[in-house]
């Protein structure tokens, strides 16, 4: 019995674990997301190339890659593989790719 709650603990420690790592998500308000894409449109950047990083929520970006700001948005901009990412420019860790 006490090797079925150790499991049953460990099972729930886990699920704990991913429901606090969904909470940390980064939520755009829709109107943020409109005023963002507004600005990217106007302010077209080329496309670069990133080798050994996938467009994930989450991927690091390197240092050597150029981040542009969007006035009054706290996120960064920059164009990969034709695809606008934004990222938090803290910690340079891809927060949402625009399709």
């Known amino acids: 019995m006490g090797m079925h709650l150790c499991s049953a603990a460990a099972g729930f420690l886990l699920l704990a674990g991913v429901g606090a790592a969904a909470a940390q998500d980064v939520v755009i308000e829709p ?3 409109t005023v963002i894409r507004g600005y ?5 950047l080329a496309s670069v190339k990133v080798l050994g990083v ?3 929520i989450g991927s ?3 240092d ?3 981040l542009h700001e969007v006035p009054n948005v706290k996120y960064r901009y920059v164009v ?3 695809r606008t990412v934004l ?6 860790k891809i927060v ?3 399709e």
């Open 31 to 33: 109107q943020q997301e």
């Open 40 to 44: 990217v449109k106007k302010q077209p």
């Open 54 to 56: 996938e467009l994930n």
């Open 60 to 62: 690091t970006l390197p």
């Open 64 to 66: 050597t890659v150029e």
């Open 80 to 82: 990969i593989d034709n």
């Open 87 to 92: 990222v938090d420019p803290g910690t340079r």
């Open 96 to 98: 949402k790719v625009i």
